[in-house]
């Protein structure tokens, strides 16, 4: 089963910044969200719920540097993109 992948207006805007900016990773982000849509869970995208101001969100791993923070909403099977960046970046 997949997933519906939706991206915030500000996601896409960070994506196109984020892209530009690394060019290299293009390929990964798109692996990465591939197996998102596939598979959530799968161990490789270390999807884990936030805390603090963020607690109502998650974050999925593109590498050991770069994040996602999705909105994971399980029920309508939905996940909406939110922000991507460096781990210092984004939380």
């Not at 990964?28 to 603090?52: A, D, V």
């Not at 099977?77 to 939380?91: K, N, R, S, T």
């Amino acid at each position: 089963m997949a997933y519906e992948i939706r991206l915030s207006e500000s996601y896409k805007k960070r994506l196109r910044k984020f892209i530009q900016a690394h060019r290299d990773m293009a390929v990964r982000y798109e692996k990465t969200i591939c197996i998102l849509q596939e598979n959530p869970h799968h161990p490789s995208l270390r999807l884990h719920k936030l805390k603090g101001n963020l607690s109502a969100y998650y974050s999925i791993s593109i590498n050991i540097e770069y994040r996602i923070i999705l909105d994971f909403i399980i029920v309508d099977e939905v996940i909406i993109l939110l922000d991507i960046g460096a781990h210092d970046e984004v939380y």
